[in-house]
């Protein structure tokens, strides 16, 4: 567990709810001529048209996923293991619950509903990132992409950035395959793409691919969030 400010712990979970979700945007910093791919591992199985593509193209991605995507991936979790120079694993969660915690339901998705479950969603997803990976993530993306606005100061007094992005390639891997191609070959430097690779069933997965080379085919350099954003050392 990443638990950088042990005291202000139990003030925090006492913190009422503020109104208003956050939906974090990210780009990488200015400057930046790198698009960064960042891919959620919900639940589900897992999409190896993106994950060979990626391989045998030597693309860097940040991959978030959760317990749950682990506990049934065990195959895909060993190809990420051995090429730990591509992929920067980081947390999605415990059981892919959305940080909300002032409405039962966002997205169709049962939310945490408070702090302390929203704590133990990050805090059992990080867990599980740290053991099967032997790094702590550094970054956390939650099931709906919001927040409410409690739960993200929950997260930061974790220790942990907060990942947002600045093109929605496939709409939780729901867009067809010429659509999500489209979306990803008109990324610009300095773009957080996500996209979803928990989706081998769906046509969304086979743009994203073919995105990934049209940009390749532009000369377009990937960078995953730990190279563009350095933690500070010492
Ligand atoms: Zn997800």
């Not at 139990?10 to 990488?28: C, K, N, Q, W, Y």
């Not at 002032?102 to 599980?128: C, H, I, K, M």
């Amino acid at each position: 567990m990443r638990l950088l400010f042990a005291v202000p712990l139990l003030s925090l979970l006492a913190t009422p709810a503020i109104a208003g979700d956050v939906e974090p945007r990210l780009t990488l910093p200015a400057g930046t001529h790198a698009v960064a791919l960042t891919f959620d591992a919900c639940s589900g199985g897992v999409d190896e048209r993106i994950l060979d593509e990626l391989i045998a193209d030597r693309v860097p991605a940040t991959i978030f996923v959760t317990h749950r995507w682990l506990k049934r991936n065990a195959v895909a979790t060993t190809k990420l293991l051995a090429h730990a120079d591509l992929f920067e694993i980081e947390n999605h969660g415990e059981n892919h619950v959305p940080a909300i915690t002032d409405r039962p339901t966002v997205f169709g998705l049962q939310t945490a509903g408070s702090l302390s479950a929203v704590l133990q969603e990050v805090t059992g997803g990080a867990g599980a990132v740290s053991a099967t990976f032997g790094r702590a993530p550094i970054w956390y993306r939650d099931a709906s992409a919001r927040y409410s606005r409690d739960a993200t100061q929950l997260i930061a007094g974790l220790g942990y950035r907060i990942a947002g992005y600045s093109l929605n390639a496939d709409v939780g891997a729901s867009l067809p395959a010429a659509t999500v191609s489209k979306r990803v070959g008109m990324a610009k430097p300095g773009d957080v793409i996500i996209a979803h690779i928990n989706h081998p069933e769906r046509p969304a997965g086979a743009g994203v691919v073919e995105g990934i080379k049209i940009l390749l085919a532009k000369g377009v350099r990937f960078e995953r969030l730990d190279a563009a954003f350095p933690t500070p050392t010492g």
